[in-house]
């Protein structure tokens, strides 16, 4: 159950899960997939955590902290503790507008 619990923590609803999974078995079994070809579907990216981000940035904590303040990093929460989307951190990293979805 531990593999599931990870699964879903990183993003992906279960029920995307389960249509992915039967869209892959089914093109196993028609055959209709290439060998080269990428599945159909996108993997949700890894979320940063703050410490991760400060990283990446090379900037300090309390700067991540500020630039969340100052609603210049769009973040959210997962049980309680906060997480940043890696495109957006590398978006504000580069000097590109960040989107303003999450």
Partial sequence: MRKMEQLILSGMEIT?????????????????RNENE??????????????EASS???????TIHQL??????PFF????RVYLKKRHVLALRDGEQIPTEL
């Fill in 77 to 80: 929460k997962v049980g309680g």
């Fill in 38 to 51: 990428q599945p159909s579907f996108s993997v949700p990216e890894k979320p940063l955590t703050l410490r």
């Fill in 68 to 73: 969340k303040r100052n609603q210049q990093l």
């Fill in 56 to 62: 990446l940035l090379g900037v300090s904590l309390a």
């Fill in 16 to 32: 995307t899960f389960y249509a992915n999974i039967r869209k892959i078995v089914r093109d196993e079994l028609d055959g209709s």
